[in-house]
């Protein structure tokens, strides 16, 4: 096998793991550069499988490697973790670049594994920090509004749609339903918040940047629980896909308004907060006429402003401090 060193210094081997809806494939490279390849579903009864697999080829620990794919990687980040292997969760922009430096064509899940696997053998990425119980509550909360206002949107829709008069008052009861849901995670989330010394300190400094209110401030807390240990304010804008793409061949550049490879929830929880804050804070708003003034389109100047909203969020509590608008991030 290939091995290389946890942080604690143990020597263990290492797993790349290639993460899809109803299964997950495995890879694990042996000394030659051959893989043990295997699928298993991507449910408690595969996890329980994969650790079986494991046992099976005298493996008893591991450092897996899994692209950032949300809910469908991290639980078997957490099943992993629990069993005191190595995790390391990583932007799939950076496995992919891995793969092109090598030349990789060839595009299977099987094949994926391996790149993942290569990828953790030679970049050694760091080891995943799981959430606190609290934190992943409040991550699962965040998550559940999400989804409950988005059915709510599509029945309020429905509601207007011609020929919902016969079945409005079905519609109407679901809204209510759906409404009532929202407020209840609505209050959970605030208690939890206001239960925590850490997560209450953390909401009262990214309330204080005008545009950031308490959903959107719940948001990030949720989705990016170890916001304060990222390296830099870039690294937290390419975390979020919040990093313009460039594409240049000679002498034309050509880019696009976002990445969009990273944390879609951060991404959309940010939106509205942006425009609001090209209105109301008066750091951002100059910002965002500075871009009026170069020629850049609406997209593009929102896009820079919500990635100014979270480069400020992370300085406000990185430093501990709330925000002033002398700040310049």
Known sequence: ????????GTVVTVL???IGKADFHCALLSADGTVRAHSFP???????????????????RVHACLEATGGWSEELAFYLHERAHVVSIVNPLAIKAFGQSLLSRTKTDKADAELIARYCSAMKPAAWKPPSPTQRRLQQLVRRRVALSDML?????????????????????????????????????????????T?????DLLES????????????????????????????????????RIRRSGTSVAASWLSKVGNRA????????????????PLLAAWAKELRARGKRPKQIIAAVMRRLLVLAYGVLRSGKAFDVAYRA
Not at 42 to 60: E, Q
Not at 177 to 187: H, K, N, P, T, V
Not at 267 to 277: E, G, H, N, Q, T
């Open 1 to 8: 096998m290939v091995d290389i060193a946890d942080p604690g």
């Open 42 to 60: 991507n449910s408690r009864a595969g996890f329980v499988r994969l650790a079986k697999w494991l046992v099976n080829r005298k493996t008893t």
């Open 16 to 18: 790349g793991i290639d």
């Open 209 to 244: 940047i005008p545009g950031i209110g308490e959903r959107t401030a719940a948001t990030i807390l949720g989705e990016i629980p170890n916001i304060t240990e990222f390296r830099s304010a870039k690294a937290i804008a390419a975390f979020a896909g919040l990093c313009p």
């Open 266 to 281: 951060v991404r959309r929880a940010l939106y509205l907060p942006a425009i609001s804050a090209m209105r109301w804070n």
């Open 153 to 197: 949107v599509q029945e309020q829709n429905r509601l207007e749609s011609p020929g919902a008069d016969e079945i409005a008052k079905s519609i109407e009861q679901t809204i209510a339903f759906l409404q009532d849901q929202i407020a209840e995670i609505d209050d959970e989330i605030r208690s939890l918040i206001d239960d925590d010394p």
């Open 199 to 203: 997560l209450r300190q953390r909401r």
